[in-house]
Nanobody
């Protein structure tokens, strides 16, 4: 059974850091691009970042997190991480990881491309 499980969310002060992890099981992990999305109360789901399939997949970030967030893939552990630094209150949201089958190494932050989703993890940035 295909499964994605996020972890690492929590409460952090502005300027702090968190590392989210997405653990995948039940499918050939390296054949899939993995995206990170977030949704704040009353707002639409937003594509935060993505990483392409395999060990050389491309990455992409929404402008608001460029230079602060970084995503990486650990194929040996079937995991993708999202390192979040210099966190701001506007980063507060439920963060989801999702998987999209790809035949190339590219990725996109369009949520319609992603078929499999985790249950989400809450990130709260507050003083």
């Amino acid at each position: 059974q295909l499964q994605l499980v996020e972890s690492g969310g929590g409460v952090v002060q502005p300027g702090g850091s968190l590392r989210l992890s997405c653990a995948a099981s039940g499918f050939i992990f390296d054949n899939y691009a993995i995206g990170w999305f977030r949704q704040a109360p009353g707002k639409e789901r937003e594509g935060v970042s993505c990483i392409g399939r395999g060990s050389t997949g491309s990455t992409d970030y929404v402008n608001s997190v460029k230079g602060r967030f970084s995503t990486s893939r650990d194929s040996a552990e079937n995991m993708v991480h999202l390192e979040m630094n210099s966190l701001k209150p506007e980063d507060t949201a439920v963060y989801y990881c999702a998987a999209a089958f790809r035949r190339d190494g590219w990725c996109a932050r369009r949520h319609g491309d992603y078929v499999y989703w985790g249950q989400g993890t809450q990130v709260t940035v507050s003083s």
